[in-house]
């Protein structure tokens, strides 16, 4: 090794010590409550807390807020808290162990490289970042350095996304990074930008609690959002609640009304609504007329969507449709909420723009009760839509703008020929650059593509074809670290510090009170690590802690939609009960005029120039697999269970949970097409589509339609299945829709 070499090691090596021991330093919080304030539910014997501070949770985007009780710093429980302005007091199974998921034997201890026998074995932090270092470096020597790419996620802290996202891009010369919000969210954000002018989902949850009418377009609230359907439960207007789901889920079985139609027919059908509110003058003409544009081409697109060609398309008949149009032209607070059902489709955006066009036409926006609801999914989606530096530049704003790239160069005091001037990659078009030979090194952080990526069998040959793969991981275990050339092992919430952007708008804190096991290091810290080593490390120099970005984070956002300037600290955050965005800090008394719930579009301007929403439409489009002779069957996939999450690397940790929900991979199936396959109920079955084949457990169930069925996403074994076809312009995949056929296992090895 040559001395500047040596050096280097050293400078790493002592860095890493000096940030290890930082994380196992003594637990303290500024905000640590005494017992007693807060309800402390059933504590361990023995142990008894001696102090509380608080949190929102890591698992989905409500934001739920978490009193952890802890004893000389470190937490023993957690009970929900009471007057937080999201959950009060509530929180489903994930919340409430959320702590037993952090102890667990998969979690990653040390750091693992790929040994010359090709199995990973433990190395230490110098060993592992010279590996990062030198492989990566030499991939972009020998590629060019777009040829290394990132994958990102919803789900770290909003300063750790910014971090990576700079750190990447603007450090180490990448072009190309995206997100696991891809898989998400991505629709829903174009449908925004496009139609408000900004990413900007406008509500507050208390309008799930003032409306009148609850319109839920694919959404299984009650599983995948159990506290806001809990605040819906809250309602005391008696509301209607419509549920357009094509299965009759949970959440539709406590409807008043539940659309079972034909699955990605929600097009046709809200046009068709469209069309009769218009054909009845069930319209606000002062609204479409003062705050929008488009309406005209509008009405003339939909003139066709008449109520029996919708029925035929949809399966849900004229008198049905019209009926609906009666109860959303008569509701006087009207709330269209979506989630997975819309986003995850061929057509995602234009679904979502459809039903931004019904709450516009009906004047329901920017009203308590009202508004055009995109839920999101992750506990920090929001926050990666804004600030990690994948689809959009930090803060909201364009890569191809010279304008922004040069806010983004003063700000951060960077040069702006540092920042790449043209838009990353979407997560399939980087994995299709594996196969071009394009992108030949990928890092992968806080999410697991070799289970929740579409079409399992090309994703794993294409991360197979890569020259070098780190993962960087709370568990070892997962499905993607097995495959890493390099593992790095991270802390995860609850160990950490840093802020979450919930559903909302509202950005809360997590703190750590907990030591991560091992050699595990905040994914903050493994920034700076990579930083330094890589050679980057005077641009990130004053990247410190998670707050001194939190503080940057406040000046990117200055005058954007998104502006969170107002916030003074975490420490207001903490007293405050989180703070939606916009909080600017010329805000002034409007900022804090009923400042625990507030919604965006009260005064009519939207963020186009001319500050109107746009009426944006298509034409619908067929089904590219329907099921066919060889496949009849249209496979489903979503949640299954509110205890279980995603992948399951964190939930399947918690025996609480895996009590909760089933472990085995099961598929539901109508009565009738079961006993047509001949299937009884537990039996296993084999389902494949064209790309696998897996064994599932039958599960007989009158909730999927015929000829549909369902497999929750949990399962590794799903994936194997669903067909990769995506959004054209969000580049989303469409999780939800291909042909399979189901029949019985007729041995053990029959998969
Ligand atoms: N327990 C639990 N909660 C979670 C998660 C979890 O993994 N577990 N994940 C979180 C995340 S990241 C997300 S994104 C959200 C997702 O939350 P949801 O979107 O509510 O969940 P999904 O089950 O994916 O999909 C919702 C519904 O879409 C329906 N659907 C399928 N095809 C169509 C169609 O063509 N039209 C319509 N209208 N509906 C259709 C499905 O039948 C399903 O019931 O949940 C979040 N919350
Ligand atoms: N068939 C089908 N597939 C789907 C969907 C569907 O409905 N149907 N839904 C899609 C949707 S909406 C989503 S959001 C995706 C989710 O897909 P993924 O993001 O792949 O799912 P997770 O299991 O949440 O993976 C997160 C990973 O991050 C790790 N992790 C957690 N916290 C931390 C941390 O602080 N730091 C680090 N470094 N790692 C951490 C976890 O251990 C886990 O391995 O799945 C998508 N896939
Ligand atoms: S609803 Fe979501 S945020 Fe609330 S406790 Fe459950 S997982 Fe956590
Ligand atoms: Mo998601």
């Known amino acids: 090794m040559s001395t500047n070499m040596q050096q280097q090691a050293d400078a790493v090596r002592q860095a890493a010590a000096k940030l290890w021991r930082s994380e196992n330093g003594p637990l303290t919080h500024d905000l640590v409550q005494q017992p007693g304030k807060f309800g402390l539910g059933r504590l361990p014997a023995g142990k008894t807390p001696n102090a509380t501070t608080q949190m929102v949770c890591g698992f989905c985007a409500t934001g739920c807020s978490l009193n952890i009780h802890l004893r000389d710093g470190q937490a023993i429980n957690l009970t929900p808290t009471v007057d937080y ?100 969210m991505a629709s829903a954000v174009v449908a925004y930008k496009q139609a408000f002018g900004f990413d900007a989902p406008p509500y507050t949850y208390q309008d799930f609690e003032q409306s009148d009418v609850i319109v839920l377009i694919g959404s299984n609230l009650c599983i995948a959002h159990p506290i806001m359907w809990q605040r819906v439960l809250k309602n005391p207007h008696r509301p209607e609640i419509i549920v357009v789901d094509p299965r009759k889920t949970e959440t539709a079985m406590a409807a008043t009304e539940h659309l079972a139609l034909r699955p990605k027919s929600d097009l046709a059908l809200l046009y068709g609504l469209a069309h009769i509110l218009i054909a009845e003058d069930w319209l606000d003409r002062k609204y479409i007329a003062a705050h929008t544009s488009g309406f005209d081409d509008f009405c003339a697109h939909v003139a066709e969507f008449t109520p029996q060609r919708v029925a035929e398309a949809s399966g849900i008949s004229a008198a049905q449709l019209h009926r609906i149009a009666n109860i959303i032209h008569a509701g006087k607070r009207v709330s269209f909420w979506w989630t997975m059902g819309v986003n995850q489709s061929y057509e995602g955006v234009r679904t979502a723009q459809a039903i931004i066009n019904l709450a516009l036409m009906t004047g329901n926006i920017g009203r308590a009760g009202a508004g055009a609801n995109s839920i999101t999914g992750q506990c920090n989606a929001m926050g990666s839509r804004l600030f990690s530096n994948t689809t959009n530049l930090l803060g909201g704003r364009d890569f191809e703008s010279a304008q922004d790239r040069g806010q983004v160069a003063d700000i951060l005091g960077i040069d702006a020929a540092c920042i790449p001037d043209r838009p990353s990659w979407s997560y399939n078009e980087i994995l299709e650059g594996i196969l071009r030979d394009k992108i030949k090194g990928l890092w992968v952080v806080c999410t697991n593509t070799a289970h929740s990526w579409i079409n399992q069998n090309t994703c794993r040959d294409i991360l197979d074809r890569l020259d070098f793969l780190v993962v960087q991981d709370m ?70 802690d998670p707050e001194a970005v939190f503080h940057k984070l406040k000046e990117l956002s200055r005058g954007r939609p998104c502006d969170i300037s107002g916030i003074a600290d975490y420490q207001m955050l903490d007293q405050r009960g989180g703070i939606q965005w916009p909080y600017p800090e010329e805000g002034g008394a409007d900022n804090d005029k009923n400042h625990t719930h507030r919604r965006l579009f009260e005064d009519g301007k939207f963020y186009h120039a001319d500050g109107r929403a746009r009426f944006i439409f298509e034409t619908p489009r067929a089904m590219p697999e329907p099921p066919n002779k060889r496949y009849p069957y249209l496979l489903l996939t979503g949640r299954g269970a509110a205890a279980q999450w995603h992948t399951q690397t964190r939930t399947a940790c918690s025996a609480v949970l895996r009590e909760l929900a089933p472990q085995q991979a099961y598929v539901e199936i109508h009565p009738q097409d079961a006993r047509r396959e001949g299937l009884r109920p537990n039996q296993e079955a084999i389902v494949e589509s064209q790309r696998g084949r897996i064994r599932a457990k039958v599960f007989v169930t009158p909730t999927v339609q015929e000829g549909q069925v369902f497999i929750p996403m949990h399962f590794e074994q799903t994936n194997q299945l669903t067909h990769a076809h995506f959004d054209p312009h969000s580049k989303q995949p469409s999780y939800k829709d291909c042909a399979v056929r189901v029949r019985r296992a007729e041995s053990w090895d029959d998969v």
């Open 85 to 184: 302005p999201v959950n009060s007091g509530m929180a489903c199974p994930k919340g409430w162990e959320s702590l037993s998921v952090l102890k667990s034997s998969g979690r990653g201890t040390t750091p693992l490289l790929r040994n010359g026998r090709g199995k990973l074995a433990p190395v230490s932090w110098p060993e592992a970042m010279a590996a990062f270092r030198d492989r990566l470096q030499e991939t972009q020597a020998r590629h060019g350095v777009e040829s290394v790419a990132f994958l990102s996620t919803g789900q770290m802290p909003t300063e750790e996304m910014a971090f990576l996202g700079a750190l990447a891009k603007f450090g180490m010369g990448m072009v190309h990074g995206d997100g696991n919000t891809r898989q998400c």
């Open 475 to 544: 568990y070892s275990n997962t499905e993607t670290a097995q495959l890493a050339d390099l593992y790095l092992p991270a802390a995860g919430w609850g160990e950490k510090d840093g802020t979450f952007i919930n559903s909302e708008r509202r950005v809360g804190v997590i703190k750590k009170v907990v030591r991560a096991p091992g050699q595990a290091l905040a994914d903050f810290s493994i920034f700076r690590l990579i930083a330094e080593y890589w050679g980057c490390g005077r641009m990130f120099a004053d990247w410190t």
